[in-house]
């Protein structure tokens, strides 16, 4: 596999990042995640904006242009020959010289990562098929998962706890309303209207959200951006998450409980299709 690092196209086995860089030490880093379809960028420029967004509110220099990070994103996708998969950014504070938790000054320069993975056959995944079970657990997150930062130990062990209940995700609690999903966004539907958390320092504002709920309200559908509790969600009719890398995946089981008739619901299907040929369609 290609990799890039730092202006350079190498060999995985060749790509090196200092013992001393401040991702590596402090998680003082950012990252994207952005599917590939057909070979091509899904939603680029929502993941661009965001990734300025968690630069500037971590106060972090910007590694590259736009229009490069875009020519790094095709070069990789062309020299890996993805047709299916998702390109992975990440930006570090770099490497001072010394380890010390104040930032380096203006002259460390960051650090750009970029490298792709293959997920053949992505936008046809088993799971849509099943939907999948998702646990309850509190969420012991720091307060800004608006920033979109690599501390993903918590949502790492979110993953174990859920695998060792042979579940397949787990949803956040904090406060006795549903935060989101380790890695993704999180939504109900009662009647009509699908439910989804309110936008803030408390989640990860979605690319693939915002770009769902644009297509809820194009067919019409009813949408309420508002905390909802676990409670509500165990007597939803239906439930699912977005994500980059899941698109639209229906939630037919929390904490051991069936949703309804205990398979995909209509809402989540008839949204994971507009939102997969919508992708394709606008890919770039
Ligand atoms: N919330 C969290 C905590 C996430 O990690 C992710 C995926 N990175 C999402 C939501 C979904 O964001 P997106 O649709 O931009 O992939």
Avoid: C
């Avoid at 001072?96 to 938790?101: A, C, G, I, N, T």
């Amino acid at each position: 596999r290609i990799v890039y690092v730092n202006g350079d196209y190498l060999p995985e086995s060749e790509a090196k990042v200092s013992v001393f860089d401040r991702g590596f030490l402090m998680a003082d880093a950012v990252y994207e995640v952005t599917s590939v379809l057909g070979g091509k960028l899904v939603d680029f420029d929502g993941h661009t904006t965001r990734l300025r967004r968690s630069l500037s509110e971590l106060d972090m220099p910007s590694p590259a242009t736009d229009e490069d990070l875009l020519a790094i994103h095709r070069e990789l996708v062309a020299r890996n020959g993805i047709e299916d998969g998702m390109v992975y950014l990440q930006v570090t504070r770099g490497a001072p010289s010394e380890r010390d938790f104040a930032y380096p000054d203006a002259s460390v320069p960051p650090t750009l990562v970029l490298f792709t993975q293959a997920k053949p056959g992505l936008a046809d995944s088993p799971l849509a098929r099943t939907g999948m079970a998702v646990i309850s657990i509190p969420d012991q997150r720091w307060a800004r998962r608006d920033i979109k930062t690599v501390q993903l130990l918590y949502p790492s062990m979110g993953k174990m706890m859920a695998k060792a209940q042979g579940a397949d995700d787990a949803w956040m609690i904090e406060d006795g309303v549903v935060t989101e999903g380790t890695s993704n966004n999180a939504y109900i539907v009662k009647g009509d209207t699908i439910v989804t958390r309110d936008l803030g320092p408390h989640i990860l504002a979605g690319i693939t959200r915002a770009a769902v709920l644009r297509f809820a309200a194009e067919s019409q559908m009813k949408v309420e951006e508002r905390p909802f509790t676990l409670d509500e969600a165990l007597a939803a009719d239906e439930a699912f998450i977005t994500s980059a890398t899941t698109f639209v995946m229906p939630v037919v089981r929390i904490d051991g409980r069936d949703l309804g008739a205990g398979r995909p619901g209509p809402v989540a299907i008839r949204l994971r299709e507009i939102y997969i040929e919508e992708s394709r369609r606008a890919a770039i």
